[in-house]
Structures are given as C-alpha cells and as structure tokens.
C-alpha cells in the first residue's frame, strides 16, 4: 500500500508535467467538499488529488466538464426542437455544446489530507 507522501509525490508530479506541457492554460483547483465541513475555521487542510487536461464551464450554478461527455452536457442545458429529423440530432446536439464558451485549463482536484 502506498503512504501519503508517495501518493503525493505522483500527484505533484503529474500536475508539473501537465504545467510544463501547457504553460499557457490555467490552473484551476477544484475541492472536494468534505475538505470544507464547516466555516468555523480560516484555512483547511487538504491533499493533492489527481490533474488533468479538461475544457469547463460554469452554467445553471454548476461546473461543466468537456469529458462528462457531450450528450449528458446537452440534456442539461439544451432542449432539441421537435421538428429536427432524427438523422441530425446527433450533429445538433455537437453543434450546440461545442458553441459554449469552454475554458481549457489544468483541473486539479484537492481532496481531503491522507
């Protein structure tokens, strides 16, 4: 079984590669909400989580992550008109997801501390 600092070496490790890779994008941290249980306090203890290349959007108060996959993202925020044959959903359905203004970026997760 890997210990703390091995499992944060990895993540750390993988988050420069991706920074290297890509330094012209963003890095957007997301935390998990166990991190933060209540507001009693000024900072938080957290861990590093897992990175990766992602496009987002922020929509109907949530965040939108290109890889939660295109139709689950159109069900959510599209509806598709009645009268469109059934061979083009499809291509509508692309069309309109990816007219959204994505944000590319490095996402990295911030869990709770091991």
Do not use: T
Not at 11 to 29: T, Y
Not at 71 to 98: C, G, R, S, T, Y
Request: charged share 30%; net charge negative.
């Amino acid at each position: 079984m890997k210990n703390a600092m091995d499992i944060q070496k990895r993540n750390l490790l993988h988050l420069f590669g991706l920074i290297r890779q890509n330094p012209d994008l963003p890095i957007v941290p997301m935390v998990n909400y166990e991190v933060v249980a209540d507001d009693c306090a000024l900072y938080w203890m957290a861990g590093w989580g897992d990175a990766r290349i992602d496009s987002y959007i922020l929509r109907d108060d949530r965040i939108w992550y290109l890889s939660d996959g295109k139709e689950e993202i159109f069900e959510n925020l599209f509806e598709l008109p009645i009268d469109i044959p059934k061979e083009q959903e499809e291509k509508f359905m692309e069309d309109a997801v990816d007219s959204l203004p994505w944000i590319k970026a490095i996402i990295v997760k911030i869990e709770l501390p091991n």
